[in-house]
């Protein structure tokens, strides 16, 4: 967050941050979802929300950005704010809010909203002022982000240190229970060869395969085994597969099947962040699959590193 602040005016450093701190922040929530820590885990989730909006600036296309001010009565502001949210959602998207309360107001409660649509909204009682989606390093931008990081900062615990396969067998567990499916897991290997280092690309492709290949019913097998210099890390699902066409894509940034954002997928970072990690590491990731015969991702790495 202080790099953001220095760079300020900079707009390829910033976009370069913002991607970087992205990463960071959806990494955390997998693994804060993997311990059971919902409300970090959704702290982080509407974080990402904020990063998003500002990395994609406008969202979709022809989208603009818009500054929603509104003051809303404290005995009831919870019903009027979900009211305006659902006003606004039916023609765009609600990136984030900051609520305040004036000490000289205290009946009332103001919002200010960070909108995305392609249209202006036109809401009674409410302020519109277009935000220039150019300078995502401007004051307010950089207080919504701020503001957004506070919120999540003030969930931020310490996660209990566990072995990096004990987590990854968690998160596998609380993706099959999110989705409702019912996974069976195997290991196959010595998990003393696994550090935390490569603990977010395991654990998001344990995830990826229960939410993305496994349909209903199925199982995950992680397989960890050492030849001479190197560790190989093996995730096989036995679910729908690859659709071959997608082969070449799934590891580009910003791809997802996904029809929807939720906390385990749609924001189309998760194989992304695996590639990235594995390659700063110095290792390789392969992949096989056939459609309706289930996927392998298999990682190798230098044995300094996994």
Known sequence: MEQLRQAAGNGPQARKLLDTLFRQVHNL???????????????????????HALRKQPLAEGAKLFLV????????????????????????????????VDKDRPAKVNFRILYASNQTPDIPSVTVEEVSASTTSNAFEISVLERAFQKFAAELRTVPIDDVLAQALRAGE?????????VDFEVKGNAALLNERIADPLLHLVRNAIDHGIETRG??????????????????????????????????????????????????????????????????INVRSAPGQGASFELTLPIRSA
């Open 29 to 51: 929530k997998a693994g804060a979802s993997a311990n059971g820590l919902t409300t970090l885990a959704g702290a982080a989730h509407e974080f990402e929300n904020v990063l």
């Open 174 to 182: 609380a993706a099959a229970h999110a989705t409702g499916k019912h």
């Open 219 to 284: 199982k995950v097998i992680i397989e960890i085994a050492q030849r001479d210099d190197q560790i190989s890390i093996t995730v096989t699902d036995d679910g729908c597969g690859i659709d071959p066409s997608l082969m070449e894509k799934i590891f580009q940034p910003g791809f997802s099947t996904a029809r929807e954002v939720s906390e385990l997928s749609g924001r189309g970072v998760g194989l992304d962040v695996v590639k990235t990690t594995v390659e700063e590491l110095g290792g390789t």
């Open 69 to 100: 001010q509104t003051d809303l009565d404290a005995s009831d502001f919870d019903r009027q704010f979900q009211s305006l949210k659902e006003t606004l959602s039916k023609t765009g998207e609600v990136i984030s809010t900051e609520p305040s």
